[in-house]
């Protein structure tokens, strides 16, 4: 690719063994450190609240090589590999010398049973005995489960002697009538009533102030209505706080809170010299298939150290006129610094008419205004799509494939049957209802990804007697067969799954990792290889338009600030044979050199232009002194992702502003250009409500409050640096709790081919 030639020594090189096995050894200690935590919470096996996990380090690199329990009691180590047997036979066995079974598990006994007992006894022991035991720790052996699958409480030896109590209700009577014998005790004798804990009015206010700033920051994925619920209210009761009106966390608590957020973020906004906006939720979604379509626009502010700022979110119709986005944009800028426009020195932004960035930068020639690349990535798979032959054949292909497996009953059954004897489960094979309709692929992945996870049973379905008596009537079943034993068909699946899956990690990095405007060369060199070393592996014909797709939308997207900001940025220094760190100008076309000089020039005055070019030649000859070249780009490995980071982000950026003063006015534009964020990816919340009241237009008085409470929210996410949504962190937590002992199967199968 002419335009991306750029070989950069950023791409990142094979992994070791060592350090595939160090992942996943992590991993396997997250997922137990996850399992345990439930558990505390009474959502797992009592044996963890004595078992803490242990992530062993290699001494001499380092890296993860073994995970251990401890048990807390006796601090002795045990493999972690099967936490139940080591429960049962540390803790069960008596081995645990600080571990007394009977102390740790039975609850206080029924002293005596009388002939006819009290329900009120009978209930108080019963509640007594929930509140103080976990239902994990109870042995099962030792209490009465019911049909209906319910746990009685009550010990096996007294269960014939409360048969005899029956009362008209059933077992619920038993409540309301020690309900009842409480209230008649209290009539009696007042002054024994049990009271709970009496906090005073500051122990009060804190708590409730703690509970006000965890609803407001987790607006989306907490209710109001929550607050109100009878368990959440008894839950309060039994802590010693009153109860609490959803009402009242919506008034003055919410402004308080809002204008003290509100007063932290402009505080920042003005301690920065400049700022970027960006502004994420123009691109309309996949899934806004009626008419109109609607999204929420967020705008947020990045600052040079780093952090990132909500500023506003904005309702927007897919009825907008073109320049909204540009009215929206600059109305934003003004509003943060007024007349003082040259501190906003850019704008990133997905794509929605991007003619309003391009605008905004030509009435502006000190701003530089860039389209995220993750939306870059993505919307090649589209180009893919309608582009590529092989994605239309291959999508036909899987939909007759799955069509007749889903709709033939006498196959679909013979096709379950493998399914549970070869993944424990059976499954339909999920179809798009529209393929290429608007040209979007999500659906045909998907149900590409059931073809592949299926494979072993749509091959065992062929040998099977009853799809061989449905081939003898039906051609469509001996067509699907031959397509089925095809070669060409398995390999043309598994090289579009390959591609499609290629360029969503690639995205999904992006969007994790945000990367600055220096990194958009690299990433899309790594991507030309990466397709490259695709179509050589699966032998596709159509590489070279392939090839030329991504070339075509690399030139969409590119913008001279990518180059300008590769060659300034002192991380992308290469060392030459003498020892000097030079910009990497041999990696750029002769036109990407040329945007170079023309960007440098825009961004300064006219008087500065030719003393800015006078001083990158200096810096293309000079570069950066070893020691400070080396200091910036020094780099350590990431404790969770095992990746190597940059020790210090904002270095490239100091560098220019101390060591390298001299360079007075091609500084000024280093600084400005190479901290510019090159995604608008923000948080992903869930802002349900403010959708709502805008498409049914309640009251200016509603939407303000919403408003208020998004910036609250998004303002703790940006803090956290918390950018991915409720679901994904509870899919997350879901598939590592499969189980306590195989809770990384998974890791363990691939980690066993290391």
């Known amino acids: 690719m002419a335009a991306t030639s750029t070989n950069t020594a950023s791409t990142p090189s094979l992994e070791s063994a060592e350090e595939v096995a160090s992942k996943a050894i992590h991993k396997r200690y997250e997922g137990l450190v996850t399992v345990r935590n439930k558990a505390i919470k009474g959502k797992g096996a009592w044996y963890w609240a004595h078992f803490e996990p242990l992530l062993i380090h290699n001494t001499e690199t380092g890296l993860p090589k073994a995970v251990k329990l401890r048990c807390s009691l006796c601090d002795s180590v045990f493999s972690a590999s099967n936490p139940s047997r080591t429960a049962s036979e540390h803790l069960k066995r008596g081995t645990c010398p600080n571990f007394n079974s009977s102390s ?235 007349n003082a426009v040259q501190r906003c020195v850019g704008i990133v932004a997905d794509r929605f008419k991007a003619k309003a960035l391009r605008n905004l930068e030509d009435q502006n020639h000190w701003m530089v205004n860039l389209t995220c690349q993750y939306q870059g990535f993505i919307s090649l798979i589209k180009d893919f799509t309608k582009g590529l032959p092989l994605f239309r054949i291959v999508a036909q292909n899987c939909i007759k494939v799955a069509n007749f497996m889903n709709y033939k009953s006498q196959v679909r059954n013979c096709f379950h049957k493998f399914q549970l004897q070869e993944y424990g489960h059976a499954w339909l094979l999920r179809v798009p209802l529209r393929v290429y309709e608007d040209f979007n692929f999500v659906p045909v992945f998907t149900m590409i990804e059931d073809i592949l996870s299926s494979g072993r049973a749509l091959q065992l379905v062929l040998l099977d007697e009853s799809f061989k008596m449905v081939c003898i009537e039906d051609q469509t079943a001996r067509e699907i067969g031959d397509m089925i034993r095809d070669v060409g068909f398995w390999n043309d699946v598994e090289a579009v799954h390959t591609l499609v899956k290629l360029v969503k990690d690639m995205a999904q990095e992006i969007e994790n990792e945000r990367p600055l405007v220096g990194q958009c060369l690299p990433l899309w060199d790594e991507l030309s290889a990466k397709v490259k070393d695709w179509c050589s592996k699966f032998h596709i014909a159509e590489g070279a338009l392939v090839e030329k797709l991504v070339e075509r939308k690399f030139k969409k997207n590119y913008h001279p600030a990518w180059a300008a900001a590769y060659i300034l940025d002192p991380l992308y220094l290469v060392r030459d044979t003498s020892g000097k760190y030079l910009p990497p100008f041999k990696f750029l076309t002769p036109e990407q050199e040329k945007d170079v000089d023309k960007l440098i020039t825009r961004l300064v005055s006219r008087d500065e232009a030719h003393i800015a070019l006078m001083e990158l030649m200096k810096w293309r000859t000079e570069g950066l002194d070893p020691v400070y070249a080396q200091a910036v780009q020094m780099k350590e490995r990431d404790p969770v992702t095992g990746k190597m980071r940059i020790v210090n982000p904002q270095s490239s950026r100091l560098v220019w502003e101390t060591y390298l003063s001299e360079f007075g006015s091609l500084g000024k534009v280093a600084v400005r250009l190479i901290f510019l964020h090159a995604t608008s990816c923000g948080f992903k919340c869930n802002w349900s409500l403010w959708r709502w009241m805008c498409a049914h237009g309640h009251s200016r008085t509603a939407l303000d409050k919403v408003q208020r409470l998004i910036f609250i929210a998004a303002h703790s996410k940006l803090e956290r640096r918390d950018f991915s949504n409720e679901e994904d962190k509870e899919a997350e937590l879901f598939s590592l709790a499969k189980g306590e002992d195989d809770v990384l199967n998974e890791v363990l199968v691939d980690t066993s081919s290391v």
């Open 104 to 338: 740790n598990i039975a609850a206080k006994p029924i002293a005596s049973v009388s002939a006819s007992p009290s329900a009120s006894d009978v209930f108080s022991h019963k509640r007594s005995l929930s509140n103080n035991v976990s239902s994990s720790l109870l042995d099962p052996s030792s209490y009465h489960v019911s049909t209906s699958g319910a746990v009685d409480l009550v010990p096996r030896q007294h269960q014939q002697q409360l048969q005899h109590l029956v009362l008209s209700g059933g077992k619920e009577d038993l409540g309301a009538l020690a309900m009842l014998e409480d209230s008649v005790k209290k009539l009696k004798s007042p002054k024994l009533s049990s009271t709970l804990s009496i906090l005073n009015k500051a122990q009060v206010d804190g708590a409730f102030d703690f509970m006000a700033d965890w609803v407001f920051e987790n607006y989306g994925s907490v209710s109001f209505s929550s607050l109100e619920h009878p368990k959440f209210r008894a839950f309060l009761q039994q802590v010693g706080l009153p109860p609490v009106s959803a009402r009242g966390f919506t008034g003055t608590r919410l402004d308080v809170k809002f204008e003290e957020v509100k007063v932290e973020s402009e505080a920042r906004i003005r301690e920065a010299m400049f700022f970027q906006v960006s502004s994420d939720g123009w691109k309309q979604k996949s899934n806004n298939y009626y008419e109109g379509g609607e999204s929420l626009v967020n705008v947020s502010v990045n600052l040079p150290n780093g952090t990132s700022l909500y500023r506003r979110a904005v309702f927007v119709t897919g009825s907008a006129p073109s320049n909204y986005a540009e009215d929206v944009l600059w109305e934003t800028i003004t509003g943060i610094c007024g």
